[in-house]
């Protein structure tokens, strides 16, 4: 069985080929350009009509949500690797769906609402949930090495590009325990390799 990873530069799909590396899977990695606009290149909608990255073909399907790509090959092909214990499976599945289904708008938002003139009142209102949320996690990893103790999961890798963003925006330094989490994250052999292979996660921020 081929797994064909399709990725694009700045994207979430970093995270795939992340994930791909630590579980030693073999994988065609296929790489998309972005346009002048930053936005996917027809190749991707190519591949699925949302045109969105990650896309990954495996088993007959075309998946595109990182949570469930990661859910699905971590539970079917990974034999066992970056699953927790059973007594934390609950909270490995609820870290792994709050990074797209909580973190992620107010962090987009936070990212991109100046850009977009959003209105004060609502920059206000995202800044307000980032810093709760960004709370919670720091409260959260306080004597633990990972989202669910000891043992580094997939919901690690989910949640660790919207914490690059945050970083971009000094939301990491203030907070230890992200810190040395981040750290951790990044310091990890198959991380270095998928930054290698995909390029990197965030832009420079001017």
Same mark, same amino acid.
């Given at each position: 069985?081929?797994?064909?990873?399709?990725?694009?530069?700045?994207?979430?799909?970093?995270?795939?080929? /992340?994930?791909?590396?630590?579980?030693?899977?073999?994988?065609?990695?296929?790489?998309?350009?972005?346009?002048?606009?930053?936005?996917?290149?027809?190749?991707?909608?190519?591949? $699925?009509?949302?045109?969105?990255?990650?896309?990954?073909?495996?088993?007959?399907?075309?998946?595109?949500?990182?949570?469930?790509?990661? #859910?699905?090959?971590?539970?079917?092909?990974?034999?066992?690797?970056?699953?927790?214990?059973?007594?934390?499976?609950?909270?490995?599945? #609820? /870290?792994? $769906?709050?990074?797209?289904?909580?973190?992620?708008?107010?962090?987009?938002?936070?990212?991109?609402?100046?850009? /977009?003139?959003?209105?004060?009142?609502?920059?206000?209102?995202?800044?307000?949930?980032?810093?709760?949320?960004?709370?919670?996690?720091?409260?959260?990893?306080?004597?633990?090495?990972?989202?669910?103790?000891?043992?580094?999961?997939?919901?690690?890798?989910?949640?660790?590009?919207?914490?690059? $963003?945050? #970083?971009?925006?000094?939301?990491?330094?203030?907070?230890?325990?992200?810190?040395?989490?981040?750290?951790?994250?990044?310091?990890?052999?198959?991380?270095?390799?998928?930054? #290698?292979?995909?390029?990197?996660?965030?832009?420079?921020?001017?």
């Amino acid at each position: 069985m081929t797994i064909r990873v399709h990725h694009l530069k700045i994207s979430r799909s970093t995270r795939i080929i /992340w994930l791909m590396e630590e579980l030693g899977l073999p994988y065609e990695l296929v790489q998309h350009t972005r346009g002048e606009d930053f936005r996917s290149p027809p190749s991707l909608y190519d591949v $699925h009509p949302l045109g969105k990255a990650p896309a990954v073909e495996v088993n007959g399907r075309t998946m595109v949500e990182s949570s469930a790509i990661i #859910e699905y090959i971590v539970d079917r092909l990974g034999g066992g690797k970056l699953l927790p214990p059973d007594s934390g499976r609950a909270e490995y599945l #609820e /870290w792994l $769906h709050f990074t797209e289904g909580t973190l992620g708008m107010p962090m987009l938002m936070r990212l991109l609402g100046p850009r /977009w003139g959003m209105p004060d009142m609502a920059l206000g209102f995202m800044e307000a949930e980032l810093k709760k949320q960004l709370d919670w996690i720091e409260s959260q990893l306080e004597g633990r090495s990972f989202l669910c103790g000891e043992t580094f999961t997939g919901a690690d890798i989910n949640l660790e590009y919207l914490l690059e $963003h945050a #970083e971009t925006l000094g939301l990491i330094a203030p907070r230890p325990n992200l810190s040395r989490y981040l750290a951790a994250l990044k310091a990890r052999p198959a991380y270095v390799k998928a930054i #290698e292979l995909g390029g990197p996660i965030t832009l420079p921020r001017s």
